[in-house]
């Protein structure tokens, strides 16, 4: 294989599916995981012209490395791994729900950072290699809402600087992306959505898109490692009492 290659966790959908559509179209071999989304995954890989799939359970964070060495084996440049995959599923910052913490723990912060550090143990890169990790702008600006989730963002956002201190090679870098509100989450309308994502110092919408040239102007490793980049129009400078969904509602609620 004469191409860079990528693997994206969660690339199938959203986000992590922008991020596989923008390095594709750069030319790279892109390896698109996903957890349970089959048919879509073999669809957007149908679309690209260097594409495999591969399928993993990250709450199983064993599993997660071996599916990690596998591709270190046959994989003769892989160049970026991102850590694009989570769950966001709300409970409550007065009462957390054990089972709801558990999975967010797993499958946000464990799973990826063991499968960055089999990446960096293993992985051959020609260029050096790079880890994105993606966490949430609730870093700078979090709010009691989603308390699991957001719990597992901070956890995986502090190994970001401890990878880059410890990593082996000079060329290796390991940074942070950190998106606002992008794409609609759970129950939200189209009017909700829009509302929504305008909740932040420019008044606009983040695009997904833009999160994807992120990745890829990290991927060329001239930040320094360690580094978060926010990409949410200003929203971590923000100190909002809630989750943008919520105060999107009071304000349709009072107008």
Same mark, same amino acid.
């Given at each position: 294989?004469?191409?860079?290659?990528?693997?994206?966790?969660?690339?199938?959908?959203?986000?992590?599916?922008?991020?596989?559509?923008?390095?594709?179209?750069?030319?790279?071999?892109?390896?698109?995981?996903?957890?349970?989304?089959?048919?879509?995954?073999?669809?957007?890989?149908?679309?690209?012209?260097?594409?495999?799939?591969?399928?993993?359970?990250?709450?199983?964070?064993?599993?997660?490395?071996?599916?990690?060495?596998?591709l270190t084996?046959?994989?003769?440049?892989?160049?970026?791994?991102?850590?694009?995959?989570?769950?966001?599923?709300?409970?409550?910052?007065?009462?957390?729900?054990?089972?709801?913490?558990?999975?967010?723990?797993?499958?946000?912060?464990?799973?990826?950072?063991?499968? /960055? +550090? %089999?990446? *960096?143990?293993? #992985?051959?890169?020609?260029?050096?290699?790079?880890?994105?990790?993606?966490? =949430?702008?609730?870093?700078?600006?979090?709010?009691?809402?989603?308390?699991?989730?957001?719990?597992?963002?901070?956890?995986?956002?502090?190994?970001?600087?401890?990878?880059?201190?410890?990593?082996?090679?000079?060329r290796d870098?390991?940074?942070?992306?950190?998106?606002?509100?992008?794409?609609?989450?759970?129950?939200?309308?189209?009017?909700?959505?829009?509302?929504?994502?305008?909740?932040?110092?420019?008044?606009?919408?983040?695009?997904?898109?833009?999160? /994807? +040239? %992120?990745? *890829?102007?990290? #991927?060329?490793?001239?930040?320094?490692?360690?580094?978060?980049?926010?990409? =949410?129009?200003?929203?971590?400078?923000?100190?909002?009492?809630?989750?943008v969904i919520?105060?999107?509602?009071?304000?349709?609620?009072?107008?």
């Open positions: 294989m004469d191409k860079p290659a990528i693997l994206v966790t969660g690339g199938s959908a959203r986000i992590g599916a922008e991020i596989v559509r923008t390095f594709a179209a750069q030319g790279w071999h892109v390896v698109i995981h996903h957890g349970h989304s089959d048919q879509e995954a073999a669809a957007l890989a149908a679309t690209l012209p260097s594409a495999e799939v591969v399928k993993c359970d990250l709450l199983d964070s064993d599993a997660a490395v071996e599916m990690v060495r596998n084996a046959r994989l003769p440049d892989w160049r970026v791994l991102v850590n694009c995959a989570s769950v966001f599923r709300p409970d409550d910052v007065t009462d957390l729900d054990p089972a709801t913490n558990a999975e967010a723990m797993q499958v946000n912060a464990v799973s990826p950072t063991r499968m /960055a +550090q %089999a990446y *960096l143990a293993h #992985a051959r890169a020609n260029l050096g290699r790079c880890v994105i990790q993606v966490t =949430d702008q609730k870093l700078e600006n979090p709010n009691p809402d989603f308390f699991s989730y957001t719990m597992s963002k901070h956890a995986f956002a502090a190994t970001i600087p401890m990878l880059a201190m410890g990593a082996e090679h000079e870098r390991i940074y942070g992306l950190a998106p606002g509100a992008i794409l609609a989450s759970h129950d939200q309308s189209e009017e909700e959505t829009e509302l929504s994502h305008r909740l932040n110092p420019l008044g606009r919408k983040t695009g997904a898109d833009e999160v /994807a +040239q %992120a990745a *890829l102007f990290l #991927a060329q490793g001239h930040v320094r490692s360690g580094e978060t980049l926010f990409i =949410d129009s200003g929203q971590h400078l923000m100190h909002q009492s809630r989750d919520y105060l999107a509602r009071q304000i349709a609620n009072e107008a």
